[in-house]
């Protein structure tokens, strides 16, 4: 069987990996920001040189088409994201969309013709680094969050969605939404942001689905006071949250669940006032969505614990929940069956991180392939997955795809 | 013996309490700002309408003098400052000031002359608020910190505190500072910022002396991921930081020392990504300097094996230091003989925060009077103290003032 050309998926990286880059050689290349048009621009470069049709959505998806002869099958969409976290890496999403233009090309160049149409796709916000929401492109086409909600949401210098769409040139037409066409399949190459291939010496992750999370916005009022006030008279929002991360740090144990903590800013923050109010963001993932519920019910008294006895005042609010999936068995089947043929070495596991492959999970029979994480390390600049194990991948799309389409 | 006139004292400070007033009926009123600029704008007419001559030195000190008919024995200086903390209150520094300007009407509502020369003085930025420093004013007088490093200080607008002061117009000249006059003592009258004298019921506080303060920054750097990596793997500065917080607030029990956190910065402080930094200041209050270092070293050592255990990197750096300081027993002899002629119950008492006076002690005979802060509440929009108390304060300085002086 035919395979894709590495040295060619290389040099798509090396220009991809200058648009945005970081002095410590990452990318910050936010939704909708200069960077991420310069992007598109190349991008769209590609899909036109690869033959493909093109079409951007009302929400700045960009979708590139590879006719069928026999389109009333429905068509196989491959795809993920080009944006960016700040200071984020180089191949967060950007593998899923680059190994597909891989694939692509690669059918192109052995003239393969396939029954199925082939679409390929780059998702608008996947990463939530500028509007806090993630996977805005997807979560709107299967209706998680409503067009207003997102065209409204404004980054941190008052900018909005919509306005930041427009700017760029990529807000198009609703109906050139994927949920117009005729789709039946999507795949998305993905890197595996853990430690578990690595580990375990694998090279391609068979995701068998992915882990539901809560995400939480918490607030913990005291009152500011001079540094000379009497220490056991404070009411010390600093120190309340400082007790409520740790003992949320704590569920990894009892709970066996994955706590993080991401957001915390402190008001005021001077060196000789005491804090009045802290806001922080947490969240905890767990494949059950009962053990999720559960953590998350004792974890809601154990903070309310903690604020009453530093005489705080606390709120909890619900920012952001997604339910945990399971990927389409027949997905799940192509890709031990790739990489059997391929001889590469993979193992079955479970997504700890949401992917725009999960809101598709609710309307096209989907599935994910995990590269291997140096360290696990991603949403960072020394975020790294090599070439060989990147060309294992793209390969084993491009059996899946040539499969799936023939 | 004559007294202040309570009304007038009040109107003063009406006039002073609407210039930076905030919602909640605080003052936000930072040095060398439009407000300040305001406020020294209304003082200066305050002190010309009084007979007093002005002089404005190189750091934007203001200062008006009251000439004695024995120039030759030195002259009496009482003040403050006029400037807050960020939504600070209209008590903190003001009242130091305004008392000291009805103690001068007053004289002058008498007809009092004075062998001494009596001076009133606002010092500049004793508020660390917007420049991080406190007492710059002060502090350049008296060898604390030299002009170059005062004038380079900037803002968060990256607006320098030399700028500031040329664009307020309170750019003085060097020979005008009180150290190129003949002064002997300083009196300063502020309120207490602690619930000592409340919780005793005493309205006049004999401040003994200022306990020393040491203040460290401290920067935990860690590395930040994906929150979807496995937490146990994770090197998490917030977490770190967090429990290092925790275990400077138990030096309270184990030292008895007065231990604060005041800045604390997440870095990047986003929802999906753990913490790779954190930069947070904390200060050890002790009257006891031997007991203060002694903290400091054991402190610098539990912070060390947190950072170890946490495997993150940690960085101590000095910030901001001042020694404990024994005022002037003339001065503190004649606050209780005041409040004895007058009546006012007292208390002997140390005072933990740092004030001009601290400063002033070093070159003048130098004393401070306190009043009571209700709940000992400051640096925040509901510092109050009652005009009873601050009626017996200013009393207390007129009686000293005119013994001085005399």
Redesign the interface.
């Known amino acids: 069987m035919n395979k894709i050309n590495l040295s060619r998926l290389k040099s798509t990286f090396y220009t991809s990996s200058n648009i945005g880059r970081t002095c410590n050689g990452g990318l910050t290349r936010l939704p909708l920001s200069m960077e991420d048009k310069k992007m598109r621009g190349v991008f769209v470069e590609w899909l036109k040189n690869a033959g493909l049709k093109i079409r951007i959505d009302d929400l700045g998806n960009i979708y590139g088409r590879r006719e069928g002869y026999k389109n009333d099958l429905g068509g196989v969409m491959m795809g993920s994201h080009l944006d960016t976290?700040?200071?984020g890496g180089r191949f967060?999403g950007i593998m899923g969309v680059l190994s597909a233009l891989e694939v692509i090309r690669t059918l192109n160049d052995y003239n393969v013709k396939t029954r199925r149409a082939i679409e390929i796709v780059n998702f608008t916000a996947e990463e939530?680094?500028r509007f806090?929401i993630?996977m805005v492109g997807s979560g709107v086409l299967t209706d998680k969050y409503s067009k207003e909600f997102v065209y409204s949401l404004k980054d941190n210098n008052g900018l909005s969605f919509e306005e930041s769409l427009e700017e760029i040139g990529y807000k198009g037409e609703e109906k050139n939404r994927l949920t117009n066409f005729n789709i039946n399949y999507y795949i998305e190459a993905h890197i595996e942001?853990?430690?578990s291939l690595e580990e375990n010496e694998k090279s391609i992750g068979v995701v068998q689905g992915i882990e539901g999370v809560t995400?939480l916005t918490v607030t913990v009022e005291g009152?500011?006071?001079?540094?000379?006030?009497?220490?056991?008279?404070?009411k010390?929002a600093?120190?309340a949250?400082?007790?409520m991360?740790?003992s949320i740090?704590n569920l990894?144990k009892q709970f066996n669940v994955?706590?993080?903590?991401?957001?915390?800013?402190?008001f005021?923050?001077?060196?000789?006032?005491?804090?009045?109010k802290v806001e922080f963001?947490f969240?905890i993932?767990h494949y059950e969505d009962d053990i999720r519920n559960e953590t998350i019910t004792f974890i809601r008294r154990q903070l309310q614990k903690i604020a009453e006895s530093r005489n705080v005042y606390l709120k909890i609010s619900p920012?952001?929940e997604m339910t945990s999936t399971k990927f389409s068995n027949e997905i799940i089947n192509l890709i031990e069956t790739a990489s059997i043929h391929n001889n590469y070495s993979y193992q079955k596991m479970l997504s700890?991180?949401g992917h725009d492959a999960r809101y598709m999970n609710d309307i096209l029979k989907t599935g994910m392939i995990f590269a291997p994480s140096n360290q696990?390390?991603?949403?960072?600049e020394?975020e790294y997955t090599s070439f060989s194990d990147i060309e294992k991948v793209t390969n084993t799309l491009f059996y899946i795809i040539k499969h799936l389409s023939s």
Chains 1, 2 share one sequence.
């Open positions: 976290q700040p200071n967060d939530s680094g806090d993630p942001q853990s430690v995400n009152q500011s006071s001079h540094s000379i006030y009497p220490a056991h008279k404070r010390d600093l120190l949250a400082s007790e991360i740790l740090e990894q994955n706590p993080y903590v991401g957001k915390f800013k402190v005021p923050s001077k060196p000789t006032t005491t804090a009045e963001t969240g993932k920012f952001w700890p991180a696990g390390l991603s949403h960072c020394e």
